[in-house]
């Protein structure tokens, strides 16, 4: 977490009305300079005697210092009595933020190019003090520093308001400071000074005009500085990335995974770090703790990370749970199926030889819990079941509270794919009576290719024991080296992805965790089935059995060209996924990762521009 927050005043944190950039426009073209309003603003973020010098220049008036200081003088006599006209106001939420921002443990100075003269009556009247001033024990906020002009030889975009503030607060290291402010000289200090550098679009400067100083963060208001991960206790160092130089993706992945990242989840990969360490142990120990808060578990649970994809962790469970058969320990596996992963959770049975059956139910509808239970009512051989929690297949999500009743009642070890819907659909794994769920990295976490991870019973766990035919697949014995390792690793970790990883699960949390996240996949996928739907295009799974994760639609014509479209499309930006099913042709649009209700707008328009039925 940042240690310490530097934020600007006039245009980032007060509203004084532009009566700053009024007083210095009238200051300069009493000298018989014009200002434009474009180097009005360019320059307004240094200090005002550097300011009027150049503006009066640029104004076509040649500059002397004489002027500039008593111009300077004409300002401040200017400013302070339209202040005392009209007080200044603090910019929605400025004061809460600041407020929050302390409450975290985070200190907060502003910066100035006003001078004292001006930043004393300014605060008053808002308020605010700094910390150890007379006036502070009635002020409605206590800042930790408050910096001018004054106190610095130069002002932005040199670094010194931020390093003073920094001397000022005890702050040390830069790369725990965040920076904001409304001007692109402000970023530019920010950045100099080695912080995390934002914008904020309340001064009047555009988002474009701001990119161009390379901020890491564009924010519509300062209210928005406590969701940024940077300001969460729980984030770890890894937040305080620098997602500048991290190039934009080429198109929007509008697939179920791998899926379309933030820059700072990707930022988060670029350094190497070793696989055994206590840093790195740590890490993994507080991503294993992550998992089983957003699984809701608690002690009688744990998790286990797995390197692969997500098949590797299925066939780690299947294999570890149900493999070496024998006399006292025989094992068959109910897999309930409607469509290509289900099907596959049989496929590793077979390989692996164990004992299994499936039920197909094809691949449009639901699986039917009731079927199950006639099939275990006639058939007493069955130990485990599974099922794929959503189908990725279709989109369809199964009946997952009805599946785990039916194993409890039959006394059953209850297997759940859940690997494209956990982060992204709330659940309560201790609750539903879940003993293995398996999802994997790339997925709803929005999280990079590389591991797979099962949360599990640990008295379910304490049974695979010795079970596996696999040595790298094998669970129980991955579960023992974390636990036993605190963290450790059995063999080489994916280190980058386990780190970007790290930086997703913050971000799910800033984001408002899984439910808030569960609300923009339904918006994602309710925007695009009705776009869709004007454009000619339906699902083919019934609205009640959809998922807000991945959406199949039916080809619109039967001489639909898949192939000329998705080329059309990538062509705009976006890469939509093929079809699985073999009853229907369908193609896929996934609406999970880092995709918004505007960016499915912006697919809608261009597959209408496309559309050749
Ligand atoms: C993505 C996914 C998997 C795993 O696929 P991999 O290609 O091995 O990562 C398994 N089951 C479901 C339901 C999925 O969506």
Request: proline residues 4%; charged residues 20%; contains cysteine.
């Amino acid at each position: 977490m940042i240690e310490l927050a530097v934020l600007d005043m006039a245009g980032t944190t007060v509203d004084d009305g532009g009566r700053v950039y009024d007083a210095l426009r009238q200051a300069v073209e009493e000298t018989g300079a014009t200002v434009a309003q474009k180097d009005l603003q360019d320059w307004m973020g240094t200090d005002k005697v550097t300011a009027i010098i150049n503006l009066m220049q640029l104004g076509g008036v040649e500059p002397t210092d004489e002027a500039a200081q008593k111009q300077f003088l004409r300002f401040k006599q200017i400013l302070s009595e339209s202040y005392r006209a009209h007080p200044p106001i603090e910019i929605g939420g400025a004061a809460a933020m600041l407020r929050e921002l302390q409450s975290r443990g985070i200190k907060v100075a502003l910066t100035t190019g006003f001078d004292r003269d001006v930043v004393s009556p300014l605060l008053a009247s808002l308020g605010w003090a700094v910390v150890g001033q007379e006036d502070a024990e009635q002020a409605v906020i206590v800042l930790d520093a408050v910096v001018t002009t004054d106190d610095v030889s130069a002002g932005r975009p040199a670094p010194y308001l931020v390093q003073r503030a920094m001397e000022r607060t005890g702050t040390v290291d830069a790369h725990r400071v965040l920076v904001a402010g409304d001007t692109v000289v402000d970023v530019m200090a920010g950045r100099n000074a080695g912080a995390i550098s934002c914008a904020v679009l309340t001064g009047g400067a555009t988002r474009d005009v701001l990119r161009n100083a390379s901020p890491h963060h564009i924010l519509e208001s300062v209210a928005e500085i406590p969701n940024l991960p940077a300001t969460r206790p729980e984030c770890s160092g890894t937040c305080n990335v620098d997602a500048t130089f991290v190039p934009d993706n080429d198109y929007l992945l509008l697939t179920p995974g791998p899926l379309s990242t933030t820059k700072t989840v990707r930022a988060a990969m670029l350094r190497d770090w070793c696989t055994w360490d206590a840093d790195y142990k740590q890490l993994t120990e507080s991503v294993r703790s992550d998992l089983l808060a957003l699984a809701q578990c608690g002690d009688d649970h744990s998790v286990i990370l797995m390197q692969g994809s997500g098949t590797f962790a299925v066939e780690s469970v299947i294999g570890s749970t149900l493999g070496m058969a024998d006399q006292q320990r025989p094992g068959k596996l109910l897999v309930l199926a409607n469509g290509a992963y289900g099907r596959r959770i049989a496929q590793i049975a077979a390989h692996l030889r164990i004992a299994h059956e499936i039920i197909d139910f094809g691949d449009l509808t639901p699986v039917n819990i009731e079927t199950a239970r006639q099939k275990l009512a006639e058939d007493h051989s069955f130990t485990h079941a599974a099922m794929v929690h959503c189908e990725t297949t279709t989109g369809v999500l199964n009946p997952l509270r009805e599946f785990c009743a039916m194993t409890r009642e039959h006394d059953l070890t209850c297997i759940v794919d859940a690997m494209s819907s956990f982060g992204g659909v709330p659940m309560n794994v201790a609750d539903l009576g879940i003993d293995f769920l398996i999802s994997s990295a790339n997925k709803c976490i929005q999280g990079v290719p590389g591991f797979g991870f099962v949360i599990a019973r640990r008295d379910a766990l304490e049974n695979t024991a010795g079970r596996s035919t696999s040595l790298s697949l094998d669970l129980y014995d991955q579960w023992q080296g974390l636990e036993n390792g605190h963290g450790k690793w059995r063999f080489t970790s994916p280190t980058h992805v386990v780190h970007s990883f790290a930086q997703a699960l913050v971000e799910l949390t800033a984001e408002g965790g899984v439910e808030v996240r569960h609300e923009r996949y339904r918006s994602n996928q309710q925007r695009l089935i009705k776009r869709f739907h004007d454009a000619g295009l339906d699902a083919v799974i019934a609205p009640e059995a959809q998922s807000p994760i991945i959406t199949a639609f039916g080809y619109p014509t039967p001489d639909f060209d898949f192939a000329a479209f998705y080329e059309d499309l990538k062509q705009e930006g976006f890469v939509i996924y093929p079809g699985k099913v073999s009853e229907v042709d369908t193609f896929r649009i996934g609406t999970i990762g880092e995709v918004y209700p505007d960016d499915v707008d912006r697919l809608a328009d261009a597959v209408v521009a496309h559309r050749k039925w």
